[in-house]
């Protein structure tokens, strides 16, 4: 069985500031995929980011960061200079051998101007 | 190019109607999964299939059932609501490959009272 965990439900930062989201997962898989997805207000899912389990190297992407530690079974992600329009729920999911998809229960992230 | 293609977008039913939730995909995935999502517990997997003619269950399948008779449709059939299928609906699709991120629909906003 595998599961994600995203242990903060809500956070609320000011506009321009850091915020970073946490993800831990368990598998027992060796080869797994994790992923970010955004669900805005209007409640489409968008993909952002996929990362397999042996390529630990840290990824940016303009304000996107991410940071894949297999040895906490983390995947952590971080926006830089946040925007009124981060606010969404952000959800980490896994994806392994059985290829189903197991998300966590998602982050919700308000950016106050 | 539409992507995956969800109907209804909202729907009202009363305890012990049925109805059928529509889902269909231009994409030519061979994968396709049905998760609902429920405040405070992310997207559960309710059923996924790997291609025309197999479908299997996931984490929540009990009260639906699915068919995947082409590979371009994968309806969710509610046989008798009950008020515990209130959630939104998502249906999602993706090639067959572990590390291909999956696309969803808008999703299906279901009320059973």
């Given at each position: ?40 207000p ?17 990824e940016?992407?303009g ?51 | ?36 999502q ?15 003619g ?28 009950a ?31």
């Amino acid at each position: 069985a595998q599961k994600v965990t995203q242990a903060q439900t809500e956070i609320s930062v000011v506009e321009k500031e850091d915020v970073t989201l946490d993800c831990v997962y368990e598998t027992r898989d060796t080869t797994y995929y994790l992923f970010w997805y955004k669900q805005p207000p209007s409640g489409e899912l968008v993909f952002l980011i996929r990362r397999n389990s042996f390529d630990e190297q840290n990824e940016i992407s303009g304000r996107y960061s991410w940071n894949f530690q297999k040895s906490t079974s983390s995947f952590n992600f971080t926006i830089t200079a946040s925007q009124v329009v981060d606010s969404a729920v952000y959800f980490c999911a896994l994806r392994g051998s059985a290829r189903q998809l197991t998300f966590g229960s998602g982050t919700q992230l308000t950016v106050l101007p | 190019n539409a992507g995956v293609t969800q109907t209804p977008k909202f729907q009202v039913l009363k305890t012990g109607q049925s109805m059928t939730l529509q889902c269909a995909q231009d994409m030519n995935h061979e994968y396709m999964s049905w998760y609902r999502q429920d405040p405070g517990m992310g997207l559960r997997l309710i059923h996924y299939s790997v291609g025309a003619g197999i479908t299997d269950q996931g984490e929540v399948p009990n009260g639906y059932n699915v068919s995947r008779s082409t590979t371009e449709d994968f309806p969710l059939r509610l046989l008798s609501a009950a008020p515990s299928q209130t959630s939104v609906y998502f249906c999602a699709s993706s090639e067959g490959q572990v590390h291909q991120p999956q696309h969803f629909g808008d999703g299906t906003r279901l009320s059973i009272l």
